[in-house]
């Protein structure tokens, strides 16, 4: 089989109704198999083996991380740590074991179903499995996230964090700079004028980032000019202060233009 990850990775588990070990993969064929995974009606467990740095880069994108929550809520992911060499990505099922064999835009699946050679794999990743470590990913399912918004913010505001939250990944690619969660949290408040107390007890309370990440990031947003605050007072206590976008490209803009001018806004502050 030759083919991208993705289309390799359908092949491979749609068929499947077991328990599936993928081992030893990389970055890009992590976030494959994820897509993979949330798109199956019908999805394997599948017990994915890797790299603590691999998983660490899951954590550390948003996207991906509610992605693979969610899939770890429905029982159809779990994942452990290891430093055991697989020598290269593999799948073992129940009945083959396939090699992923990368080459530029395509990867090779060389696959083998030998009934001895096959169940003698699963017995030693069973092994493996049960020697590695338990890895958190500390990320809200992604479906958590997005019914939060709505019950707290209406449809409205969660539409438009989806959008700028999938836009500002598309803008990052494999990088970490730039507009992040809780930054198109803020965004998004600005655009609806609602405010930074509502916003950021919300993000604490589902679990996207602390009230104090939240002001950090506010007080960034307002140094490069891309949003402002209003007081408003309340019957008891400091007036709270109401988000507004500041920037004269947001007139109109919709939340994908949003995300991709305050990440390269601030894209060009980190370098």
């Known amino acids: 089989m030759v083919a991208s990850k993705t289309e390799l990775f ?13 081992v030893g993969i990389d970055n890009d064929t992590t976030e494959a198999l994820l897509d993979v995974l949330g798109d199956l009606d019908d999805s394997p467990t599948v017990r994915l083996l890797a790299a603590e740095s691999v ?7 948003f996207v991906l991380a509610s992605t693979a ?3 770890v809520e429905a029982d159809t992911l779990e994942l452990r ?12 099922t129940d009945d083959q074991l396939v090699s992923l064999v990368p080459a530029g835009r395509y990867t090779a699946g060389l696959a083998t179903d030998d009934t001895t050679f096959v169940d003698e794999a699963n017995e030693h990743w069973q092994g ?18 997005e019914e ?21 990944r598309t803008a990052r690619g494999s990088g970490n700079d730039g507009l992040d969660e809780v930054g198109a949290s803020l965004l998004v ?30 007080t960034t947003l307002e140094q490069q000019g891309l949003i402002t605050t209003e007081k408003v007072p309340i019957d008891v206590g400091r007036p709270r202060l109401r988000l507004l976008l500041a920037d004269d490209r947001f007139e109109g803009a919709s939340a994908e233009e949003i995300a991709s001018a305050a990440h390269g806004s601030l894209s060009r502050t980190q370098t």
Do not use: C
């Open 189 to 218: 408040a600005a655009k609806h004028e609602a405010l930074l107390y509502d916003i950021s007890k919300w993000g604490e309370d589902v679990g996207v980032a602390s009230k104090a990440t939240f002001s950090r990031m506010k």
């Open 10 to 22: 359908e092949r491979i588990l749609d068929d499947e109704s077991g328990e599936v070990f993928v």
């Open 128 to 145: 493996s499995w049960e020697r590695s470590d338990e890895f958190a990913l500390r990320t809200p399912a992604r479906s958590q996230v």
């Open 148 to 168: 939060s918004l709505t019950e707290t913010f209406g449809p409205d505001v969660e539409t438009d964090f989806r959008t700028m939250v999938n836009a500002l």
């Open 81 to 92: 740590t290891s430093d055991e060499p697989a020598g290269t990505g593999l799948v073992v």
């Open 69 to 71: 929550a969610e899939l």
């Open 55 to 61: 998983l660490k880069g899951v954590r550390s994108d």
